[in-house]
C-alpha cells in the first residue's frame, strides 16, 4: 500500500506545485484558461447546433479541424528528433532535454485527440471507437489504426516522462528496462504516428490530390522541421522563464535537425510540383487550385505562397551560418513553424476535396465559431505544456523531491 | 507542527496544522488561495457551457446505448422500431409504419441509366428527396444531375447548376450521379466503426445509430454519393413519407451521413425506385442482375454499357450507356 499512498501523494504536490507560481505565472495560465473557456463555449454551440456552424460542407467535409489535426501529429512524432541523437548516438547535450520533447508531444497528442474529437458529428458515440466495446474496423480502416497509434503514443510517453520524473522526486536512479524498451519503441512509433495520418489520405483511390506515395515523406520531412523548431522556440523560453539552463550548444545540434529536415522536405516538395505540372493530366485540378486558383476560385493562393516564400526563407537562413546566432535560428524556426502549418494543414487538406469527384468547385475558409474553438484548443495545448513544466522543471532542478514537504525556493526565476 | 486541526473549509479537508505560527498562516492563506483559484475556474467551465442548456439534438439513453445492427436480436430490434415509430410520431404527428427489411434471396440489384434518354428535367432528384424524408433545409439530394457539353466526360466542365427555361439543351447532355453502390466499396473499407456495409443484394447501408459522423466515407467517395446531416434535418409535417424502413428513409438524427439505399423500402418490397418511377423518358432502368431474364440483364449484355471512373477500382453496380 505505501508505494501507492507515495505516488498519490507525489499526484497531489504536483497538483499543488502547479497552482503556486508568480503573478506572471497566472497571467498567463488565467490567460490560456480563458482562451480554452471561449473555445469551450464555441463547441457547446456546435453541440447544440451541429456542425453547420462550421463552414464545412458536403463539397469540402474536412476543414481547419483536420488541418490543425494533422499539423499537430507531426509536432508529437517530433520528439523522436531528440531522443534519437541522446539514446542512439549518445549526445550528452540534449540528454537532459528529452524530457521536454516528451512532454511537448504529449500536449500535442491532446490537442490531436482534442481537434479529432471535436470535427465528429456524434461525439456521444465516441464509445463505438473502443476497441472490445464498440465495433472497430480494424485493420480495415486508416482511422482505426490511428485511434490505436496515437492513443498508444500518449500512454508511451505519459509513462517515459511519467517514470523518470518520478524517480527524480524519490532522488533514484532509473532502472533501464523500466523505460529503455518504451523509448526505443516509441522511436519506432512515433514514426508510424505519422505515417498512419498520411495514410488517412493516402489511401483514397478517389482522391488524387492525396493518393500519392509522396504524401508520407513529406508528411515525416516536414514533421521534423516543424516540431524540433517549436522545441527549440520552447526550450528559449523554458530557459527563459525558469532556472533550468539549457545550454546555446543543445540549440544548435537541434539547429543541425532541422536544417537537414527542412532540406529534405523542399526538395521533396519540387518532386511533388513537378509530377503534378509536368505531366499535365486532369489529375493536376486540386493543385492548379492550390498555387495558381481554378475557375477563378483562388482562396488558397495567397496562403500557399506565403508557406512557400516562409519555407524559403527559413532554409537559406537554416543553411546560411547567420543561423548559428540565436536571433537568426529563431526567424527561421518561427517562419519554419508557420510556413507548414499552412502547407500541412489547409494547404493539404482542402485542395484534396476541391474540386470534388464531380468536378465542382466550393471553397471553404472556417467560419468565427470554428476558429474560436480551435483557439480553444490550442489554449488548452499550451495550458497542458505549462503545466507539464512547472511541474517538471522543480523535479528536474531537484527542489520538488519526496525528502522535504515543501517546495525550495527558486534561486532565479529570470535571466 | 501537529495534523489534528479541526478547520471547517467545508469539503476542502485541512492541509495546514492549526495555532498561530507565521508558516502557519501562510499556509493557510496559499490553501485559501489555491482553493479561490479552483472554485473560480470551476465556476468559469459552468458558465462557459451555458449553451448546452438547448441541447436537445442527441437521442435518449436507449439511442445511446443502443448496440450495432448486426447484433440486435429481433427482439431488441422489435423494440427499436418501435421506439423509432413512437418518436417520429411524437415529432412529425404522423404514425409510420417502420419496418427492418431484409434482403431477398437470390436477388442483387443493378442499375442502368441511358444517358440518350436523359434530359436532365431533375424529377428524379426531387422524387428521391420526397420519397427518402431527407432534410428540406438544409436541403439533402441524393442525386446530382450534371449538363456536360457534348464531346467530353471531363467533369470539371459539367455544370452543377444549370437553370434555363427548358430542357434539354443543345449541345449538352445530361449525367445523374447517385450512390454507385459499389462492390468494392472505399466508403466502407474506411469507416473505423463499420456503421456502413454491403448487404448481400449489393446495397451499401448505413446503420445511423451507430455512424459517429467523422466523414471519412464522403472524403473517400470516389462519385460524391453521400452527404453528412450538418444540422438537425427538418422536414415538414405533411411531407413525411410514413412507410419506411431501419436502414433506408427513416428520418436521420443530426450529425450523421447519409446516401442512396436505391430505394430499399421500396425495392426490397418488389417496387421500382422512386427515381425510376418518376423518369418521364424511361432512361432509368433497375433489376435483378442474378435473373438472366431481367431488363437489366438484357441491357447489360446487349447495350455499350460503362461506367464511370473504372480506373478507380470500385466496380459500380450503377451502369451508364448510349443508344445511339
Known amino acids: ?415 | 507542527m501537529t495534523n489534528s486541526c479541526k478547520c471547517n473549509h467545508g469539503g476542502g479537508g485541512c492541509s495546514s496544522g492549526g495555532g498561530g505560527g507565521g508558516s502557519d498562516s501562510m499556509n493557510r492563506r496559499s490553501f485559501l488561495r489555491k482553493s479561490a483559484i479552483v472554485a473560480s475556474g470551476v465556476a468559469a467551465i459552468a458558465a462557459s457551457l451555458a449553451p448546452l442548456r438547448d441541447l436537445a439534438s442527441f437521442g435518449s439513453v436507449d439511442d445511446f446505448v443502443q448496440k450495432h445492427y448486426k447484433e440486435l436480436s429481433p427482439e431488441e430490434m422489435a423494440k427499436v422500431l418501435a421506439r423509432i415509430t413512437k418518436e417520429v410520431e411524437q415529432q412529425y404527428k404522423v404514425r409510420p409504419h417502420v419496418r427492418d427489411l431484409k434482403p431477398m434471396d437470390g436477388v442483387e440489384f443493378v442499375y442502368a441509366l441511358n444517358l440518350t434518354r436523359c434530359i436532365g428535367c431533375r424529377r428524379c432528384v426531387h422524387a428521391c428527396v420526397a420519397e427518402n424524408n431527407q432534410s428540406r433545409s438544409p436541403e439533402i439530394q441524393y442525386i446530382r444531375v450534371l449538363k456536360m457539353p457534348n464531346g467530353t466526360f471531363d467533369m470539371e466542365k459539367g455544370d452543377h447548376n444549370y437553370a434555363p427555361e427548358s430542357v434539354p439543351e443543345k449541345g449538352f447532355f445530361y449525367m445523374p450521379v447517385q450512390c454507385h453502390q459499389c462492390k468494392n466499396p472505399p466508403c466502407v473499407k474506411v469507416c473505423p466503426v463499420n456503421a456502413t456495409w454491403q448487404e448481400p443484394d449489393g446495397i451499401t447501408v448505413i446503420d445511423y445509430n451507430w455512424c459517429i459522423g467523422c466523414r471519412y466515407c464522403e472524403a473517400a467517395c470516389p462519385y460524391w454519393a453521400r452527404r453528412f446531416n450538418f444540422t438537425k434535418p427538418s422536414i415538414p409535417k405533411d411531407k413525411i413519407n410514413p412507410d419506411m424502413s431501419y436502414l433506408g428513409n427513416r428520418p436521420r438524427p443530426q450529425g450523421v451521413v447519409e446516401k442512396c439505399h436505391f430505394c430499399l423500402q421500396r425495392t426490397r418490397a418488389g417496387r421500382y425506385p422512386a427515381c425510376l418511377e418518376v423518369c418521364p423518358t424511361g432512361a432509368r432502368k433497375f433489376g435483378n442482375i442474378l435473373d438472366p431474364n431481367s431488363e437489366i440483364s438484357y441491357i447489360l449484355k446487349n447495350k455499350r454499357v460503362f461506367v464511370l471512373k473504372e480506373e478507380v477500382g470500385t466496380l459500380p453496380r450503377f451502369f451508364y450507356y448510349f443508344d445511339v
Not at chain 1, 489529375?283 to 496562403?303: E, Q, R, T
Request: hydrophobic share 55%; net charge positive; aromatic share 14%.
Open chain 1, 1 to 415: 500500500m505505501k508505494p501507492i499512498k507515495n505516488y498519490l501523494h507525489f499526484l497531489a504536490r504536483c497538483g499543488a506545485t502547479a497552482l503556486d507560481g508568480d503573478w506572471r505565472y497566472f497571467a498567463w495560465v488565467g490567460l490560456l484558461f480563458a482562451i480554452c473557456l471561449l473555445g469551450l463555449n464555441a463547441y457547446t454551440k456546435q453541440l447544440v447546433h451541429g456542425l453547420i456552424v462550421t463552414n464545412m460542407s458536403d463539397q469540402v467535409s474536412w476543414g481547419v479541424y483536420i488541418a490543425n489535426f494533422t499539423f499537430l501529429v507531426g509536432v508529437a512524432a517530433a520528439a523522436v528528433m531528440l531522443v534519437i541523437p541522446v539514446y542512439i548516438y549518445r549526445n550528452q547535450e540534449l540528454h537532459d532535454l528529452v524530457i521536454f520533447g516528451e512532454l511537448l508531444a504529449i500536449a500535442a497528442i491532446l490537442m490531436c485527440l482534442g481537434f479529432v474529437t471535436v470535427d465528429l458529428g456524434r461525439p456521444d458515440r465516441f464509445w463505438h471507437l473502443i476497441p472490445g466495446i464498440g465495433k472497430f474496423n480494424f485493420p480495415g480502416s486508416m482511422l482505426s489504426w490511428d485511434v490505436i497509434v496515437l492513443n498508444g503514443y500518449l500512454i508511451l510517453n505519459l509513462h517515459i516522462c511519467g517514470y523518470l520524473l518520478y524517480r527524480r522526486y524519490q532522488n533514484k536512479k532509473p532502472a533501464w528496462w523500466a523505460y529503455m524498451p518504451f523509448v526505443f519503441v516509441g522511436i519506432l512509433w512515433a514514426v508510424s504516428i505519422h505515417t498512419v495520418t498520411a495514410f488517412l489520405y493516402v489511401g483514397l483511390g478517389g482522391r488524387p490530390f492525396w493518393n500519392s506515395a509522396i504524401v508520407g515523406p513529406r508528411f515525416l520531412a516536414s514533421a521534423f522541421t516543424a516540431g524540433p523548431a517549436l522545441i527549440i522556440l520552447a526550450l528559449q523560453v523554458i530557459r527563459w522563464v525558469t532556472d533550468y539552463r539549457v545550454s546555446d550548444r543543445a540549440l544548435l545540434t537541434l539547429r543541425s535537425i532541422v536544417q537537414v529536415a527542412m532540406l529534405i522536405n523542399v526538395f521533396l516538395l519540387l518532386n511533388e510540383l513537378f509530377k503534378e505540372f509536368y505531366t499535365g493530366n486532369l489529375h493536376v485540378a486540386s493543385a492548379k487550385y492550390l498555387y495558381f486558383g481554378l475557375h477563378g476560385h483562388n482562396a488558397l493562393v495567397p496562403w500557399i505562397w506565403t508557406a512557400i516564400a516562409f519555407n524559403l526563407t527559413a532554409m537559406v537562413l537554416l543553411v546560411l551560418p547567420a543561423s548559428r546566432s540565436l536571433k537568426w535560428l529563431d526567424v527561421a524556426c518561427v517562419l519554419a513553424i508557420l510556413g507548414i502549418w499552412i502547407e500541412k494543414g489547409m494547404g493539404l487538406v482542402v485542395p484534396g476535396f476541391v474540386p470534388t469527384p464531380l468536378g465542382e468547385v466550393v471553397e471553404y475558409s472556417p467560419s468565427l465559431n470554428e476558429t474560436l474553438i480551435c483557439l480553444g484548443i490550442w489554449a488548452f495545448g499550451l495550458l497542458c505544456y505549462t503545466v507539464l513544466l512547472r511541474v517538471a522543471v522543480p523535479i528536474l532542478k531537484g527542489r520538488l523531491d519526496g525528502s522535504s514537504e515543501t517546495l525550495r525556493p527558486t534561486l532565479a526565476t529570470n535571466a
